[in-house]
């Protein structure tokens, strides 16, 4: 007689195979839906597919036409394996490694040659033995040289294809005596593969590595500017402009809020992209040498900046908020330091992105620096010394990190005026609309102030010269 806990486990196994095909069905479907929204929100990645589809069936041509395959042999494979290894979303990447493996494999073929030509005159009992002292020498050295920092940086994947290569032809040569024929089928196949690479990369729908770093800076600036906004009206409970109190605090707020981490870990993106940029030729805009140490620095600056957003994001969402009574007292300077910095980052990411200098950028930072004189003059009146100091820390923390953050905006503000001026960002046409003052019939509100203070100034003028008239009198 079968057991109750037998007859369960059954009636489970059975259950789990029975819903196996839904299961199958809704992973299916969730792969298909991730799909989905990976080709739509960036479709140069589906074009990035099918151009390497395309290199690699360019390639093949050497196994399928006979008279190809009859001058290379096996040694074609290496096409298709460089286009495999090679072939980079960017066009940065994708140069870089084309690169490092072309030169690599040439410089690594021609030691390797000379390695065998000079391991052969030792005759058969030395040949292995220099052959294998060859082998470890330039392993050794070139494996201590990958970790150099730049060449860690830019030719790592070049040193790591010469130790292989080298190693590959040496030891290979032992047994074959036509290493030199070998080294030149294999180094002409790379360099077929990897010439694949680059023009499809560069000539059809390319993507620009300069161009994405670019485009990224410039973003991070204006997820800071939004996280200011966002933040002065979850702190200060301030509502938007037609909005109810019962909205305050809606979700687009909220992702504000959490912008800032992906300025947080965007280090090595920055890296990354500056690396591959570097091995762009000029294009547009962004010439051959472009100063895209500039760009990194303005990136580690936001990076800072988004430091101390982090710690105003956890007192946000801390337990203790301290006084209200003082918090009302510093929102409005507080306010318009946020608001003043936030223009300023919308402003200089703008500038980046339409690659024009920033006309009101410095005015906002001016006005925000006003503000922090304003608010530390506050801070420092005696009128504060009798309260209770634990009340006040939270608030005064959070006005430390504003303030931290307006000098962070000057700095970012100058990494971008220095970019505008070595990069020769254009000049905004502020001359489309016409001036009051060079129109004299024109009929607006805003050259009546100003004639009246130009009528004040010669006023006075002519009543000092009034004056000193009459004294002169008195004199003689």
């Known amino acids: 007689m079968a057991s109750p806990n037998t007859d369960q486990e059954k009636a489970g196994v059975l259950g789990r195979v029975l819903a196996l095909p839904k299961v199958v069905k809704e992973k299916v479907l969730g792969i298909c839906r991730l799909t989905k929204e990976i080709a739509q929100d960036d479709p140069r990645k589906v074009i990035h597919s099918l151009k390497v589809g395309l290199a690699i069936s360019l390639v093949s041509l050497f196994y399928y036409y006979q008279p190809l395959y009859e001058n290379f042999g096996l040694s074609a494979m290496w096409a298709v394996m460089t286009v495999v290894v090679v072939f980079e979303y960017t066009v940065g990447a994708t140069l870089g490694k084309g690169l490092n493996r072309t030169i690599a494999t040439l410089a690594a073929g021609a030691l390797g040659v000379g390695a065998h030509y000079l391991a052969s005159l030792s005759g058969t009992t030395g040949e292995p033995i220099l052959i294998g002292a060859f082998v470890f020498v330039q392993a050794a050295i070139a494996s201590f ?143 051959f040498r472009h100063p895209w140490d500039l760009y990194l620095k303005t990136g580690a600056l936001s990076r800072q900046c988004a430091y101390r957003m982090e710690a105003l994001n956890a007192h946000l969402n801390s337990d203790i908020q301290g006084s209200p009574e003082f918090r009302c007292t510093i929102q409005e300077l507080c306010s318009e330091m946020c608001l003043e910095s936030s223009k300023a980052f919308k402003e200089l990411g703008s500038s980046i992105r339409t690659m024009t200098r920033p006309s009101s950028s410095d005015t906002h930072v001016a006005n925000a620096k006003a503000t922090v004189k304003s608010l530390k003059s506050l801070l420092e009146s005696s009128s504060w010394k009798e309260a209770d100091l634990l009340s006040l820390i939270p608030v005064v923390t959070v006005a430390s990190l504003l303030i931290d953050i307006v000098e962070f905006t000057e700095k970012i503000a100058d990494s971008v005026n220095d970019l505008a001026t070595l990069t020769h960002f254009d000049i905004k046409d502020t001359d489309k609309s016409p001036k009051p003052s060079q129109s004299p019939h024109c009929e607006c509100a805003e050259p009546g102030p100003k004639t009246d203070s130009l009528q004040l100034v010669i006023l006075v003028e002519e009543s000092a010269l009034a004056v000193s008239d009459s004294e002169k009198s008195n004199v003689v």
């Open 145 to 287: 040289i990958r970790f150099f920092p730049k060449v860690k940086a830019r030719y790592d994947y070049g040193m790591l294809i010469f130790i292989l290569t080298f190693s590959l032809i040496s030891v290979s040569g032992f047994r074959d005596d036509e290493v030199l024929e070998m080294a030149h089928k294999r180094l002409s196949t790379i360099f077929i593969g990897g010439s694949a690479c680059v023009m499809i990369s560069i000539f059809v729908c390319p993507v620009w590595a300069g161009e994405e770093f670019h485009y990224s800076i410039a973003h991070k600036l204006e997820i800071l500017g939004d996280f200011l906004e966002a933040f002065v009206r979850e702190y200060f409970n301030i509502s938007k402009e037609g909005e109810s109190e019962g909205n305050k605090g809606d979700s687009k707020d909220k992702s504000f809020l959490e912008g800032y981490k992906k300025v947080l870990n965007s280090k090595s993106s920055d890296d990354s992209l500056a690396n591959f940029a570097r091995w762009e030729p000029g294009h547009g805009k962004f010439k």
